[in-house]
């Protein structure tokens, strides 16, 4: 990811990450001076409600609902993810891991670290590391889904790096559900609806979206470009 040097004076704000939080009321930007948080209670304007700049070159930043509770990853420090209150300006604990983190996903019961080659989930209340899941293929985008739906913290990641499967995981019961043959080619996009009892899914081709039941697997529906129906 190219991004600007904020050496000096006047150096431009360049951003690096923008990311929702998980009911959509608040929106997170990642930028070479720190990062913000906005409210985004008015359609007619975004407000500005928090602004850290201790932090240089932000690409990872998620804020857990409307709590204070906010995951920071810089590019000055890859390997390691910086957990803070934002509110008491407090730092509530940091992990490091063996590689790059490329993706970070929480709901209120847990919270996923995706690197290429491996994805630790942590228990939201304590931050504590549950389980690794290391036999996973490369996935060198940290292309992953977690259900916002708590009482169901479905986990989905491509369970091939060269086909179209999802592996749907149990993370507050930790363990593999099913195996969901969605694409013939590799799998560029997933997500959960708000309940996470479905999931959306589009192969690299990106020609199909498919919608599955989860944790089944069923096919419910499928979307394909060019097509009215």
Do not use: W
Not at 155 to 181: F, K, Q, R, W
Request: charged content about 20%; proline content about 4%; some cysteine.
């Amino acid at each position: 990811m190219s991004h600007s040097d904020a050496g000096g004076e006047g150096a431009s704000i360049a951003p690096l990450c923008a990311s929702f939080n998980q009911d959509c009321t608040s929106l997170a930007v990642g930028t070479n001076s720190g990062y913000k948080l906005f409210s985004l209670s008015s359609v007619d304007r975004l407000e500005e409600i928090y602004k850290c700049t201790d932090t240089p070159d932000v690409y990872i930043v998620e804020r857990l609902f409307s709590s204070s509770l906010v995951v920071i990853v810089s590019l000055a420090t890859p390997q390691r993810m910086n957990v803070y209150h934002f509110k008491k300006g407090t730092e509530i604990c940091n992990y490091s891991y063996s590689n790059t983190i490329l993706t970070v996903r929480l709901n209120r019961q847990r919270l996923i670290v995706c690197l290429e080659e491996a994805i630790y989930i942590h228990n939201i209340k304590d931050l504590k590391l549950l389980k690794t899941i290391q036999d996973i293929p490369p996935n060198r985008t940290g292309l992953c889904a977690l259900s916002i739906n708590h009482s169901n913290s479905y986990l989905a990641y491509p369970g091939n790096a060269t086909i179209g499967e999802i592996v749907i995981y149990d993370a507050n019961n930790l363990h593999s559900v099913s195996v969901i043959p969605a694409h013939d080619g590799p799998l560029a996009a997933l997500t959960f609806n708000f309940a996470g009892s479905k999931l959306a899914s589009a192969s690299e081709k990106g020609t199909v979206i498919r919608v599955f039941s989860t944790p089944e697997g069923q096919k419910l529906y499928e979307f394909r470009r060019g097509m009215k129906r």
